[in-house]
């Protein structure tokens, strides 16, 4: 347990030269470089505060960060993709207003996510917030209308009501496709 407590506590020296004069009792520590006294600043590991992308360069050094910089990069530009490919085909099908609406949805997805993406966190909290309180919303209103259905025994889902368990009918099931 003290290790662990020695290890949250002790500071972290502002460049890899200087770790070699950890001082947990002071503010700062003397290095001697070439017969010189230099002073070196060292900030508390309280205050120090490391991004994703500088903790893989000291655990894995210049390549394994370069490595997971690469991933993440890829990872993003494909959700990326996936989410602009998902909003201009859905889009696409239900409201065709051009002569090629795949290519003007996709282009007014840019639009909207492409400044949402400049921002910084501090500068989204509105719109963060209020995109949590739509989904609490969203999921809320599914809840509660499978709920009344229940309950009033409606059936609109094509399930047979003779308790039988059956699935719904081709028919049904061909109504539920969705088809561009």
């Known amino acids: 347990m003290t290790a662990t407590t020695e290890s949250i506590s002790s500071p972290i020296h502002s460049s890899p030269s200087q770790r070699s004069s950890v001082s947990s009792d002071t503010e700062s520590s003397f290095e001697s470089q070439s017969g010189n006294e230099v002073a070196n600043e060292v900030v508390p590991a309280q205050e120090r505060k490391l991004e994703i992308i500088e903790l893989s360069g000291l655990f894995l050094g210049t390549f394994g960060q370069q490595i997971y910089a690469g991933v993440i990069i890829v990872y993003m530009y494909g959700t990326l993709w996936a989410y602009c490919a998902v909003f201009a085909k859905a889009f696409a099908a239900h409201l065709p207003i051009s002569s090629s609406p795949y290519v003007l949805y996709a282009i007014i ?36 209308t499978c709920l009344i259905a229940q309950y009033r025994g409606d059936n609109e889902f094509g399930f047979s009501t003779d308790g039988s368990g059956d699935f719904p009918s081709k028919s049904t099931v061909d109504a539920w496709k969705f088809e561009p």
Do not use: H, T
Request: glycine share 6%; hydrophobic share 65%; no cysteine.
């Open 109 to 144: 997805f840019g639009m909207l996510v492409v400044p949402g993406s400049l921002m910084e966190f501090k500068e989204q909290v509105a719109v963060q917030v209020s995109l949590s309180l739509f989904r609490v919303v969203m999921v809320s209103v599914m809840v509660i």
